[in-house]
């Protein structure tokens, strides 16, 4: 991932972050890879998200990620195929879904291209306007 913006979102800052930074409810597919403290491949999944800001995003996954887990994640939105690494900031089971076991995983972005932030800028202001239009 060239061009990363790094410590984009640092653990320390997380919960401000997420206060200054808009959510919107989007639905995409997320293929995700779990990463080991070398940096290899832990585990490989498919999620799909529940909800975007600039900050980070909310997976809905069939089980749990242990919270600092780091992920490598890539997401289509629109005709752009958008690559990040967050880290796990949460895990929460739902309930409503049995029998099914549904998960809810937030993820603060911690490295991303300048170009893929902007991509994701752009959507949240674009569905912003939609939900306050009444469009969403």
Known sequence: MANLVTDLM??????????????????????????????????????????LSEGGIVLEMTHSLDRGSHLEMKMVSGDHILEARGLVVYSKYLPDYLPDNRWRVGVSFTEITEGDLATIAQEVEERRMQETRGDA
């Open 10 to 51: 640092g653990i320390g800052t997380m919960k401000e972050e997420r206060r200054r930074t808009a959510r919107v409810l989007v639905e995409h597919l997320v293929s995700y890879v779990v990463l080991d403290e070398r940096g290899g491949t832990d585990e490989m999944g498919m999620a799909r998200t529940l909800d």
